[in-house]
Structures are given as C-alpha cells and as structure tokens.
C-alpha cells in the first residue's frame, strides 16, 4: 500500500513538473507571437527600389541632370557656371542651383565658394540671377528655398587674423584670416536682384575661456548654446601638416588629392587675388524645417550638428533673447561632438566631418528625425562611412532636453547605415542621404558619383554610377588642373609671381636678391635655432594655410609671427628690419610698381595670400564665355564627384505633366 501511494506521488510530482514546463514554454511561445505582432512592419513598398527621378550636379560641371532608374538622361540644364554646390528641383518643375564664380569675378575664394544662385524654368530658361558676392563675403555649398519664396543661403565672410584675436582665440592656434560662416535669407526682387530679409552670424555667438579682459570671456561648459572659439581647426589646417605616423600621413595625402582633385583647394582668384581661404566651421548644409521655423546646419569642422531659431528678428538672431526659443541666435540644440563644448571625450563622440544633416520629412518613416552623411574622418581605428538616423530629444512643449552638465542626447543613432566590411564605405567629403517614401535610404557617394538605395534592413537593391553623365566637347575648356606650385619661402620678400607682374628689370631682381639676402642673414641672428628649425618645419611641410604667407613686401606673417613665439625683442628686431625694407623697395621699385605693390597688398588684406602662394594649383578653367566648363574627364576613370543626390517620385508635384522620356 505504501509503495503504490510512493509511486503515485512521484507520477503525480512528474506530471506536476510536465505541466509546469509546458505551461511556461506556452506563455513564452505567446509572449513571442505578441512581440512579433507587435514588431514595426516594413514599410509599403521594402524590398523594391522607390521609383522616381534623381537629380545629381556633378560638382566640376556646368550641368544639373535629372536620371530614371535606368541612369538615363531625362532632363539636363546648363549654366555658364559650374556647380556651386546644391541643386534642388522645386514643386513649380523649376530648378534651383547654386552656381561658382569664374575666376575673373572673384574677389577672393574658399572650398568650393559659389556667389550666384540661379533658377531656370523646366525648359532651361533662366529666370533669377542672382550675384552674391563683395570685398567680404561669397556664398558657399547648400540652399534652401523656403515656403514664402526666399532662399537661405550659407555665407562666408572674412575674419582678418586681428579679428580673430581680438575675439579670444589662442594665439598658438592662429592660423587666419578665416572665412567665418553665417547665414541669410534672400529675398528675390528681379531677374537679377535679391534683398537680404534676415541674417545670422556664427561670430555673434562666441565664447571663450581664454582672456577674461574679453566680453565674451565665460564658463564654456556651461553655456553649449555659445560656440567656443578655441575648439576645432580649419580644413587647411587640417590637410596642411604631416601626420606622425605613416598610416596616418598616407591619409592625409589621401585627402589632400582628393580635395584639389574636386577643386576645394587650388583654384586661383583673379588679378592676383587669393585662391583660397582658411575656413573655421565650414558649415556644408542648410535645412529648414517650416512648422518649427527652425534651422539646421551641418558643422563639418565642429564635427556637429546644430539647430538655430529662425522666428527672431536679424536684431534678435545677433543676440541671447527672442524668437519662440526665447533664446535669440543661440544654439537651440548640438549633436556629434560633446567635446565642442565641454561635455565629454573623444570616446564619446559620433559624428566625424558629417555632411548634409536635415530633418526627415512628415509623412515618411522616421519623420522628424535627423537624417546625416556621417564621413568618418578622423573616426578612431579604421576610418570609414555611416549614414546615421537620430532621435532629437524634445520634452511636449518641443524645448530640446539636455541634462545638467551632460551630452546633448541621444548617446547613439537609432538607426545606421555601413557596410560589413567597413572600409568598402568611405567617402571623406561630400556626399548625402535621402529618406525615401518607401522607407528606404538613398545614398549619395560624393566622392565616387555612386548612388545606391538600402531598406531598413540595409539590403543594397538599387544603385547607379553617374560617370556616364561626363561632359563632351562644347564645354570642356582649358588645361587639366596643375599640380601644387612651389610654396613661397617663410620670409620671401616678393614671390616670384609677384615680380613677374611687377615686371622687374634686370637690375631690380639683383637689387631685390640682394635685399632678400641680407634679410635671411638678419633673421638668421634675430631667431634662436629652435625657431629656424621650427620656421623651416613649417615651410618643409609646403603648408597651405593662408596664414603662412605674408603679404607682398613683408618679411614675416603674423601667423609665422605667433607660431615662432617671438620674444618682445625679437618683435623690435623685426619691425626695424621691416623698416629698412620698405626703404629699400622704395628705392628699387618706380611709381607704377609701388603702385602695383600697393594694390596686392590691399587684396591680401582682403583676405589672403598673394599669387604665388601655397594655393597656386590650377582649377577648372575659365571659358570665352565666362563660364567654366566641365573637367570630369581630368579625373579617374569612373568617377565623377557630386555634392548630393535626390530622387523625386513620379507624383511629385514638380514633375506633373513633364515629358520624362530619356534624351537621346
């Protein structure tokens, strides 16, 4: 009896566990379905490329085309200009591009300056003209077009090297003049006039903790809505000097070839004017957001992000009160780089160079999210390319959020694009995405003129090179672009372009040679062996910032000046010697060459170096017309650079009753 009541409790105990087991694998197996049930569904249409029209501006082209899924031509308009940089194809089929000055309207230049914003019609014909550009400021990369029929543009202007001190940057670190970036809302008034309705400045909007005899003197960790003057470096800067180790000295040629390749760097002005500049945020992107009335800049040298208010006044937008933010012109929001203002370490930053930020417009997946090309330079270990999706904190009253003493927010994007192999992606410059009706990211390799559309599974399932949109004889004009001319001497009185357009006699070079030689003996005395290694160091680098050259006639930079560490007696040295220099060219040049002198002294101080200087190298050339032409072909097979690419579906309103049939 006992041992049948045993064996029954020990079925029963089995039984017991059994149904406990199943029990459980049950709730799981439903907490399973529930979680797939409840699992985002791929939008309509994954899986399938969205069909549409995509409009690329090759960067080196005069021409702005509109391709079908086949990469075949539907739509070409051409300009006398070649891309400065943007194009966008608006809701009345008109197109809108930003075009680059030749050089004989230059007054002075940056990484792809542009200075005219065009509109042509869908036939081509050009119906707004517009020419920004004077003594002290060009339009550079993107524009926006805005719903009242303005346009914002992203604007360079000239910072002297003085400027740059006076606002509280280390004089260790100068490098100027700097092109400092700002933007402004144009409103067109004629074929070829505009009116300048609203602007915002970078430089209104400083903070440094370097000398508190300054106004803008403050705590920079707590105020990430001011832009610290100390942090970052110039893109000339940033490609100008040799690297410690091989690997990264291999990168830096890299992108060195890059840039003059493209034109970023070594195009010339005209008349002697500078060829380009030293540019501090190089903002690369404009975007605009109309429910918020907000805008968002692409900061590649901060490395961020950053979201201003665009309901102030320009009065408002100078200062820290006003609009709907109640915070005039400072920045709303950053993201990318908390080192940028104090919030954290090299560990902690995402984006490396972006390019191209904007929101992800309502109606499709992801709305509201900021969408951006993340380049990788500089990215720890491998460099390579993402396209990375981000979440903007907001609290409900729409105020960005940020704790106390912390990061912007969000610690990482919630959505990223990059190949298994993460060097198969990489583009340094230019480039941009594009989020698809369908969900689907569109992905422009600027480098490469590769196009490529991935789901949200990040499955490649369409892609298109536009090296077949190269230009062909009408347009082509001129010599390829020329290697990098010799670097002016640290202490080169007059470049020899300089005195090949003072046309010097025969007697006046050996009275110049002399001179020249008595100031390298003077300053061999004046400098310590420290600073002659350190001002050959320089000059062996063949550096390419603008700072690094004096004017025409002066021995010595201010930015040579500052690096060198010149002792007040050393200052006094130099000015006497100064001195007798201007003596002596007074004694060896006539009334006309002095005059001549005294002109490209003017245009240097206008921002830049002299001909001859470390920006000497060729750019596209100019045509008959005034219009640069197409030089695709100087570059390597199967490449053709772009800024960016946009698909437009069949239904957008712009392309309502065109005829879309591929050119011949």
Not at 245 to 269: C, F, H, M
Not at 414 to 420: E, L, Q
Not at 537 to 546: F, L, M, Q, V, Y
Request: include cysteine; charge should be neutral; charged fraction near 20%.
């Amino acid at each position: 009896m006992g041992s049948r009541l045993g064996r029954g409790m020990v079925l029963a105990t089995k039984v017991s566990v059994w149904l406990v087991l199943a029990v459980a694998l049950l709730m799981a197996l439903t907490r399973w379905l529930v979680m797939l049930r409840d699992q985002p569904k791929p939008p309509p249409g994954s899986g399938k490329p969205y069909p549409g029209y995509t409009l690329v501006a090759p960067v080196l082209s005069t021409r702005t085309h509109l391709i079908d899924m086949q990469g075949k031509v539907v739509r070409t308009w051409q300009s006398r200009y070649i891309a400065g940089q943007a194009a966008y194809l608006l809701e009345n089929g008109h197109l809108l591009r930003a075009g680059q000055l030749p050089r004989e309207e230059r007054l002075f230049g940056g990484p792809q300056a542009g200075g005219r914003v065009q509109e042509f019609t869908w036939d081509g014909a050009l119906v707004w003209d517009f020419k920004l550009h004077d003594e002290t400021r060009v339009p550079h990369h993107d524009l926006a077009k805005l719903p009242n029929g303005n346009v914002l543009v992203i604007v360079w202007e000239i910072k002297t090297a003085e400027d740059i001190l006076a606002a509280g940057r280390s004089r260790e670190s100068v490098d100027g003049p700097w092109l400092v970036d700002s933007v402004l809302e144009i409103k067109p008034t004629g074929a070829t006039t505009g009116e300048v309705v609203w602007e915002w400045h970078v430089w209104d909007h400083l903070i440094q903790d370097h000398d508190p005899s300054l106004a803008n003197h403050g705590d920079v960790a707590a105020h990430p809505e001011r832009i610290d003057i100390n942090f970052g470096q110039t893109l000339l800067s940033e490609v100008s000097h040799a690297r410690k180790t091989p690997v990264e000295e291999a990168r830096r040629k890299a992108q060195l070839n890059t840039l003059r390749s493209i034109g970023y760097l070594g195009a010339p002005a005209a008349r002697g004017r500078p060829a380009v500049m030293a540019d501090w945020t190089h903002i690369n992107a404009v975007a605009y957001d109309p429910e918020l009335d907000q805008i968002l800049l692409t900061v590649r040298a901060f490395s961020e992000f950053w979201i201003i208010d665009h309901s102030t006044t320009s009065a408002e937008a100078k200062g820290h009160t006003g609009g709907r933010s109640q915070m005039g012109g400072d920045l709303l929001y950053r993201w990318g780089n908390p080192q940028a203002y104090r919030a954290g370490t090299a560990r902690d930053q995402q984006l490396f160079a972006p390019h191209g930020a904007h929101w992800i417009p309502r109606g499709r997946p992801g709305a509201g999210h900021v969408l951006v090309f993340n380049n990788g330079i500089g990215r720890p270990g491998v460099e390579y390319s993402s396209v990375d999706e981000i979440i903007v904190p907001v609290d409900t009253g729409g105020r960005y959020v940020r704790k106390p003493a912390s990061a912007y927010g969000p610690p990482r994007p919630v959505w990223s694009y990059s190949t298994p192999r993460k060097t198969d992606f990489a583009a340094p410059l230019l480039s941009s995405a594009q989020r698809l009706p369908n969900g689907d990211t569109l992905i422009c390799n600027g480098v490469s003129g590769l196009i490529f559309e991935v789901t949200p599974e990040k499955e490649v399932i369409w892609k298109q090179t536009i090296s077949h949109l190269a230009a062909s004889g009408s347009d082509r004009h001129g010599p390829p672009p020329d290697r990098l001319g010799a670097a002016p001497r640290p202490q080169e009185i007059l470049t020899s372009p300089v005195r090949e357009t003072l046309k010097l006699s025969p007697q006046q070079t050996r009275d110049l040679d002399k001179t020249q030689h008595e100031v390298d003996a003077r300053l061999e005395r004046i400098l310590s062996e420290a600073q002659q290694a350190r001002l050959r160091e320089r000059d062996g680098s063949r550096a390419i910032a603008s700072g690094d050259v004096a004017a025409p006639g002066r021995i010595m930079s201010l930015s040579r000046q500052v690096v060198l560490k010149l002792s007040v007696a050393q200052q006094k040295e130099l000015a006497e010697l100064q001195k007798q220099v201007d003596e002596q060219l007074e004694e060896i040049l006539t009334a006309g060459q002095k005059a001549l002198l005294a002109k490209a002294r003017h245009d240097f101080d206008r921002g830049g170096p002299a001909p001859g200087g470390p920006s000497r190298a060729a750019g596209p050339s100019s045509s008959a017309a005034g219009g640069p032409g197409d030089f695709t072909g100087h570059l390597p097979p199967g490449v053709n650079p772009v800024f960016s690419a946009l698909r437009y579906g069949a239904d957008y309103p712009g392309l309502a009753g065109k005829d879309l049939r591929p050119v011949e």
